[in-house]
């Protein structure tokens, strides 16, 4: 990963909080995130990545378990950098097939571990692990379950991470009736999701209006 | 500080990136804040002292440096519900015994050390602590000197906060003929401070719409 060859400044313009960063992407991530915008596969958005790596960086966690890896890149940005071991939950078979190639390709495999399953029936594939840091990034409506499920292996002093917090706007949109009947439905679990982790006493929990919309839960 | 009476929601209209999260102010701390604002003394901003703390929380610092005291209210949230020492330095006379009479009415003087001199004249009197955490919150005009003296105290994975980096959205303000010749100088002092944060290849430092405008700033 040592060969960055562009330097991409986060665009002010998507980024509400993040005023200044650069993120560098070499040839494969470049790769990666062209493949991503051609098949509208959803990546973590540039300022939330600077701010989850400002975490990292802070953190320095050991262990770091994802919650849906899709192509794997938000996984090979943590470990890029860093030392962590990565054990990152897929169920899509074609995202794991891309994810497992580009994680391959960037030579990471030897930390980070993709596991083809339902995330809420992979909870015995990593029951052995403490982690300093869970990434949720996966169905949204599913979003207190995985917390619930994995929290239960977080180490002393650990922390949540949850993208999709805003879902592009929508968590806070009044205007429901032009919402589809499954979106309703999804943006209440979300809202409902909100309410948990702000009302969870085991957590300090501050949700920021970066990526799209990072929840950020430090166990008391 | 165990008789918090009112919990202060963070105001939304306010805070840019912070959506959610509460801070809890007991009547001292009430008091200190009604003081600030009757007498014109900048305090940090909500959205930054969630911030703050979240970043605090994370890191755990053991020493803390800060510059520039006012009236030590972001010295006594950071010590709140946390186990650190703090060392702050304030040069006017009048701020400094506020501080100290706030500090010492909240029971923290065992752990914040108040020192009474001008931060560019204050190194010796703790050259021989090292540092976690240092926050930058004074005079704007000697941002870059503050850093390059105090980070010489640094620990290793050490990082430094520094408020203001925004004043107040001017330092992206390009309207320049509106400002004053003394704020023109002390806006383009700033944007040279950006400049040397942004450059400075020893940390990885990222600034954020947040408070008025907050630079993380991480030791590699």
Request: net charge negative; with cysteine; aromatic share 10%.
């Given at each position: 990963?040592?060969?960055?060859?562009?330097?991409?400044?986060?665009?002010?313009?998507?980024?509400?909080?993040?005023?200044?960063?650069?993120?560098?992407?070499?040839?494969?991530?470049?790769?990666?995130?062209?493949?991503?915008?051609?098949?509208?596969?959803?990546?973590?958005?540039?300022?939330?990545?600077?701010?989850?790596?400002?975490?990292?960086?802070?953190?320095?966690?050991?262990?770091?378990?994802?919650?849906?890896?899709?192509?794997?890149?938000?996984?090979?940005?943590?470990?890029?950098?860093?030392?962590?071991?990565?054990?990152?939950?897929?169920?899509?078979?074609?995202?794991?097939?891309?994810?497992?190639?580009?994680?391959?390709?960037?030579?990471?495999?030897d930390r980070i571990n993709v596991i083809f399953k339902d995330a809420l029936?992979?909870?015995?594939?990593?029951?052995?692990?403490?982690?300093?840091?869970?990434?949720?990034?996966?169905?949204?409506?599913?979003?207190?379950?995985?917390?619930?499920?994995?929290?239960?292996?977080?180490?002393?002093?650990?922390?949540?991470?949850?993208?999709?917090?805003?879902?592009?706007?929508?968590?806070?949109?009044?205007?429901?009736?032009?919402?589809?009947?499954?979106?309703?439905g999804l943006v209440r679990k979300l809202k409902n999701f909100h309410e948990?982790?702000?009302?969870?006493?085991?957590?300090?929990?501050?949700?920021?209006?970066?990526?799209?919309?990072?929840?950020?839960?430090?166990?008391?």
């Open positions: 990963m040592e060969d960055a060859k562009e330097i991409v400044t986060v665009n002010v313009e998507d980024a509400k909080a993040v005023v200044t960063n650069t993120l560098q992407f070499d040839d494969k991530l470049i790769k990666i995130r062209d493949y991503a915008k051609i098949n509208n596969v959803p990546i973590i958005k540039d300022d939330g990545m600077v701010f989850l790596k400002m975490l990292i960086d802070i953190k320095k966690p050991i262990n770091i378990l994802e919650i849906g890896t899709a192509i794997g890149y938000s996984s090979i940005m943590m470990a890029k950098d860093s030392n962590c071991n990565i054990y990152t939950i897929e169920r899509d078979e074609k995202m794991y097939n891309e994810a497992l190639k580009n994680i391959n390709e960037c030579k990471l495999n029936e992979a909870f015995d594939d990593v029951k052995n692990i403490k982690f300093d840091l869970i990434f949720i990034d996966a169905a949204k409506a599913q979003y207190t379950k995985f917390f619930e499920i994995y929290t239960k292996l977080l180490n002393k002093d650990g922390m949540v991470v949850c993208d999709n917090m805003l879902f592009h706007g929508l968590v806070n949109d009044t205007n429901y009736e032009n919402m589809s009947r499954s979106l309703r948990y982790l702000l009302n969870n006493e085991s957590y300090n929990s501050t949700i920021y209006d970066i990526g799209d919309g990072m929840a950020v839960s430090i166990l008391k």
